[in-house]
């Protein structure tokens, strides 16, 4: 004899609406062990908790089961209660007759039936629960941010102020991002590189940041707190312990290669720096086209050298790390040009894309932040920008908006007419979506200061005609063909996971969308974690987002690592899974029902084992095991039949 | 190797020339074009404009005469006369999956390559742009969504579709089974420096999801075969834009203003002769030019013919390109 107390929730009317609480309360008390029912109108507000609290210490409970919403919402609010209340937190249960009964039926008689028959059922599992304790982990106090652009940095240094020690990860062979190649920021007008450059100086000189660029993470295992993962350092040829960074051998190298950096609209050395500011300031080699690697000719890098630092033998290594938690921060890429046929995008020269525009527009850019087509090099008096390319357009598998673009091409417009004050642009859109402090009104001044045209619509058709670039188009406002001959147009495509983002998921065990952005845990209450415990997720990887965004969620993935690593242990739910030893034949069909690698088999002891921390108690192995070995603390088989036999009655 | 053919009703009518030249072409490339059995009018697109079902019901009864043909040159009861037994219709039933499968008409396609008198391609080859389009989507749709076959099949009673045909345009018999080194190979005339500029129009290439034909926005089809014949092709900016023929039947201004954009696109980028595969176009560039010619004289007319023409010229079946005075060599 156990004794169990019922709380009823009404939710409201979310649950009281359809489901009669007075009828459940009645009903449940004529229960074998029930020897207190009661409903509240909200149990999981203060009174309602106190409610719960005193009935405890009142009717000396055993167990509760609390019906009311999804154990998602509130089990742990309830079963953190009854413990200051005395009990053991695993004799709490929660019914759920919210999503599972009230939002699903409108007849009450039978929503009321089966509410009760949920709720009995939860008394017969009660019946059955044994008190349990957490299980504890260890936790190793390090952090792995994956990505070093804006976000990535901001996390990285946010944890290692708080006292953490980071691994800033990128597998460029700088850190910035897409921020370091972006002229001015909205609406401010800040240079990019201003802001940004103290950031990036402080990640290189912070004693608790190290940083890995060129590197890719190849492999993680382990579970929060205590990953396991292995880097992959890529050759680099330029033992960057020896460089100086005087740059001799990039002046000296005689090969040319389209520049990544300036996507594709300038060139640099095979042996380079990317760009003056990048931090840390040493060369790679781009082994496909160095001469010495290729034929073992050449070789004017190694010969100039003064710190002998060239290393033309260089393999790379694999490093292995040690972290507790992870924050994913890998950013985007626009929509690439195979996609984009109907722009002319790769096939009519003059037709370029926002990030090469801010190429353009760059002080340190191919031009000298001169705006000069690609084509031949001429100033553009008229530039066309087309908004929306690829995004919100189902047909093309983007139906999400890249949110920053009306921001970039606004700013675009207007940079553009502080540049040539003579020329002309103009701007197709869809709406304008501006929804950020100061935003509409720098879009305001685009239009009224600077007259830039928008046109509300689309652009049909764009072709090469002569020296211009000829635009098809329609202002649905009022109802007119635009037709423009201009000198360059910009797209704005649509913002896209950066490549490589799904395997990299996949390795991390994490979840992503139909696009392929990561998947955060709950959209609107767990923004910046991901399913897996110790990985969180910041910046454009998750959603497009700006700059103040990407910032802000950041800090916040940071905040969750800094809290994770508060504690000096870790505590794991030990509703888990645990092996008879006696019965089990060590057959390894648990091994194989396991997605998360939580069953092994005892090679010594020929039977399997558990590693708990890792068991999320989701009971595949249990169904799985021939012979019943394999059990599920307080989800005994008896416990599971006598719930069962309780819904049938 | 014997192909199903679908000609539709223009190439009876206004394009007999089309169908004629087409014919022509084939057979000096040993594509046999067997004109189905019985056929009716595939509705041009007006089918695919509604959404009710019951106007697919015709298209896909066209499948299902060029399926029975597919079946019959499977069993060797396939005669020369494309005769179908009624041996045909009892095995209908059996096999609808295997050569029915997206992809594998192909291979069936080589194994027939040098087969007896019974052997029949499961591609099924038009020529219109329009047939092409009607035939080639209603039969996506029903491989998308087996309800929908259902239900078109039941308003058909005895002629059931059962997804076994492949729908092709002459052009992909051309690329893919002929190949153009071969065409090239079977040119007799010398058609260096003639420009020709290639009128995909819109049947021909949308809704790219179900025609898979080429790259909508950038297709190359037409020009390659226009290389293989010698000649030179024009990428004009208007080869794949609507050129409004439909709206030919009850308006005059907008497909003239259209037909006038690909005309001068056309010219302008110095071709001298515009080919295509679609009657409605070619009725309405042609239509188009002579109302412009009539208030402009000196509007610059381009001549439009349908690409089997061009074809049966280079081949040298033909003693002059129909109607034009190229004075090629």
């Given at each position: 004899m156990k004794r169990i107390g019922v709380f009823v929730c009404g939710c409201g009317k979310n649950i009281a609406g359809t489901v009669d609480i007075d009828r459940v309360v009645e009903d449940i008390k004529q229960q074998n062990d029930v020897v207190h029912a009661e409903n509240y109108?909200?149990?999981?507000?203060?009174?309602?908790?106190?409610?719960?609290?005193?009935?405890?210490?009142?009717?000396?409970?055993?167990?509760?089961?609390?019906?009311?919403?999804s154990p998602s919402m509130h089990q742990e609010t309830f079963r953190q209660l009854v413990n200051t209340a005395g009990m053991n937190p695993y004799q709490c249960e929660i019914a759920n007759i919210r999503e599972q009964c009230s939002w699903v039926h409108s007849d009450e008689k039978l929503a009321t039936d089966k509410a009760l028959d949920i709720v009995k059922s939860m008394?017969?599992?009660?019946?059955?629960?044994?008190?349990?304790?957490?299980?504890?982990?260890?936790?190793?106090?390090?952090?792995?941010?994956?990505?070093?652009?804006?976000?990535?940095?901001?996390?990285?240094?946010?944890?290692?102020?708080?006292?953490?020690?980071?691994?800033?990860?990128?597998?460029?062979?700088?850190?910035?991002?897409?921020?370091?190649q972006l002229s001015e920021t909205f609406p401010t007008l800040d240079c990019s590189q201003c802001i940004l450059t103290p950031k990036t100086a402080e990640i290189s000189r912070h004693p608790k940041i190290s940083l890995m660029v060129n590197s890719e993470l190849e492999e993680l295992e382990g579970y929060v707190g205590n990953f396991r993962a292995k880097i992959r350092r890529k050759a680099t040829y330029v033992d960057w312990e020896k460089c100086n960074g005087c740059g001799d051998c990039q002046e000296k190298c005689p090969g040319k290669v389209d520049s990544e950096f300036e996507r594709g609209l300038g060139q640099e050395k095979v042996i380079s720096v990317p760009f003056p500011q990048a931090v840390p300031s040493k060369p790679t080699i781009k082994a496909e086209h160095c001469r010495y690697i290729q034929e073992e000719k050449c070789g004017v890098c190694q010969k100039i050298c003064p710190r002998n630092a060239i290393n033309f033998e260089d393999q790379g290594q694999l490093e292995e790390i040690e972290v507790g938690a992870i924050v994913v921060a890998t950013g985007y890429d626009l929509l690439g040009q195979d996609k984009l046929s109907e722009y002319g995008y790769g096939r009519v020269p003059d037709v370029i894309d926002g990030l090469q525009f801010e190429r353009l527009l760059s002080a340190s850019g191919p031009t000298g932040g001169e705006i000069r087509r690609p084509s031949d090099g001429k100033i553009p008096e008229e530039v066309v920008f087309i908004q929306c390319v690829g995004s919100r357009d189902e047909e093309k598998g983007y139906p999400y908006c890249s949110r920053i673009c009306c921001m970039y091409t606004a700013k675009h417009a207007k940079l553009y007419k502080h540049e040539v004050e003579s020329g002309q642009a103009y701007v197709f859109y869809?709406?304008?979506?501006?929804?950020?402090?100061?935003?509409?009104?720098?879009?305001?001044?685009?239009?009224?200061?600077?007259?830039?045209?928008?046109?509300?619509?689309?652009?049909?058709?764009?072709?090469?005609?002569?020296?211009?670039?000829?635009?098809?188009?329609?202002?649905?406002?009022?109802?007119?063909?635009?037709?423009?001959?201009?000198?360059?147009?910009?797209?704005?495509?649509?913002i896209v996971p950066n490549y490589g983002v799904k395997e990299l998921a996949q390795k991390l065990k994490i979840g992503t969308d139909e696009h392929g952005f990561l998947n955060e845990a709950h959209p609107k209450l767990k923004p910046v974690e991901s399913l897996t415990r110790g990985i969180y997720m910041a910046g454009a990887a998750q959603s497009p987002k700006d700059i103040p965004d990407t910032v802000s969620q950041a800090g916040f993935a940071a905040s969750k690592v800094k809290s994770l690593f508060s504690g000096d242990e870790l505590k794991h739910s030990p509703t888990v899974v645990y092996v008879e030893d006696d019965l089990c034949t060590g057959c390894g069909q648990c091994v194989e029902a396991c997605v998360y690698e939580a069953r092994e088999i005892d090679e010594k002891k020929k039977i399997a084992r558990v590693e708990e921390v890792l068991c999320e108690g989701c009971g595949a192995c249990v169904a799985a095991c021939p012979n019943g070995a394999t059990r599920h603390h307080n989800n005994e088989q008896d416990q599971l039949l006598s719930m069962i036999d309780e819904v049938l009655e | 190797m014997k192909y199903p053919y679908y000609p539709g009703c223009s190439l009876y009518d206004t394009a007999a020339v089309f169908n004629d030249s087409a014919l022509k072409v084939a057979q000096k490339l040993d594509i046999e074009l067997v004109e189905l059995e019985e056929w009716q009018c595939c509705g041009a697109v007006y089918p695919l404009s509604s959404d009710g079902l019951f106007p697919l019901a015709a298209p896909l009864r066209n499948l299902v005469q060029a399926e029975r043909m597919v079946e019959a040159g499977k069993s060797g009861v396939y005669g020369e006369s494309g005769e179908v037994g009624e041996a045909v219709k009892s095995e209908e039933s059996e096999d609808p999956g295997d050569s029915g499968e997206p992809g594998g008409s192909g291979g069936s396609g080589e194994t027939g390559g040098t087969g007896g008198a019974g052997e029949v391609?499961?591609?099924?080859?038009?020529?219109?742009?329009?047939?092409?389009?009607?035939?080639?989507?209603?039969?996506?749709?029903?491989?998308?969504?087996?309800?929908?076959?259902?239900?078109?099949?039941?308003?058909?009673?005895?002629?059931?579709?059962?997804?076994?045909?492949?729908?092709?345009?002459?052009?992909?018999?051309?690329?893919?089974?002929?190949?153009?080194?071969?065409?090239?190979?079977?040119?007799?005339?010398?058609?260096?420096?003639?420009?020709?500029?290639?009128?995909?129009?819109?049947?021909?290439?949308?809704?790219?999801?179900?025609?898979?034909?080429?790259?909508?926005?950038?297709?190359?089809?037409?020009?390659?075969?226009?290389?293989?014949?010698?000649?030179?092709?024009?990428?004009?900016?208007?080869?794949?834009?609507?050129?409004?023929?439909?709206?030919?039947?009850?308006?005059?201004?907008?497909?003239?203003?259209?037909?006038?954009?690909?005309?001068?696109?056309?010219?302008?980028?110095?071709?001298?002769?515009?080919?295509?595969?679609?009657?409605?176009?070619?009725?309405?560039?042609?239509?188009?030019?002579?109302n412009i010619l009539e208030r402009e004289p000196g509007f610059q007319e381009l001549p439009v013919i349908y690409f089997t023409e061009l074809l049966e010229y280079a081949l040298g079946l033909s003693a002059e390109l129909a109607g034009l005075d190229l004075r090629v060599k």
């Open positions: 109108q909200y149990l999981c507000s203060e009174p309602g908790q106190k409610i719960i609290y005193q009935a405890i210490l009142e009717h000396e409970l055993e167990g509760a089961i609390i019906s009311a919403c008394v017969a599992k009660v019946r059955g629960d044994k008190d349990l304790e957490a299980i504890k982990a260890s936790l190793t106090k390090k952090a792995l941010v994956i990505g070093a652009g804006i976000s990535g940095i901001q996390a990285a240094l946010e944890i290692a102020e708080s006292g953490h020690e980071v691994i800033l990860l990128d597998r460029n062979s700088y850190i910035g991002g897409h921020m370091a869809m709406d304008i979506r501006a929804g950020g402090k100061g935003y509409e009104e720098f879009i305001q001044q685009s239009i009224q200061e600077e007259g830039t045209r928008y046109f509300r619509g689309r652009v049909s058709r764009l072709y090469r005609e002569g020296e211009k670039v000829k635009v098809l188009g329609v202002d649905t406002l009022s109802d007119e063909q635009i037709e423009i001959d201009a000198d360059m147009v910009v797209l704005a495509c649509a | 391609s499961n591609k099924m080859v038009t020529l219109c742009s329009a047939c092409y389009n009607v035939h080639k989507r209603v039969d996506h749709l029903v491989r998308e969504d087996e309800e929908t076959l259902e239900r078109i099949n039941s308003y058909n009673r005895e002629d059931e579709y059962h997804k076994g045909v492949e729908i092709v345009h002459l052009l992909d018999v051309l690329r893919d089974d002929v190949g153009f080194e071969r065409l090239k190979e079977a040119v007799t005339r010398d058609l260096q420096d003639l420009k020709v500029g290639a009128y995909y129009g819109c049947l021909l290439l949308r809704p790219e999801e179900a025609l898979n034909f080429d790259d909508p926005e950038d297709p190359a089809v037409f020009e390659d075969l226009l290389t293989s014949l010698g000649c030179e092709p024009v990428k004009f900016p208007h080869r794949a834009e609507c050129c409004g023929a439909y709206a030919t039947v009850h308006l005059e201004s907008p497909p003239e203003s259209a037909a006038r954009a690909i005309i001068e696109s056309a010219v302008g980028r110095g071709a001298r002769l515009l080919v295509t595969s679609c009657p409605l176009c070619h009725y309405n560039l042609e239509e188009s030019q002579q």
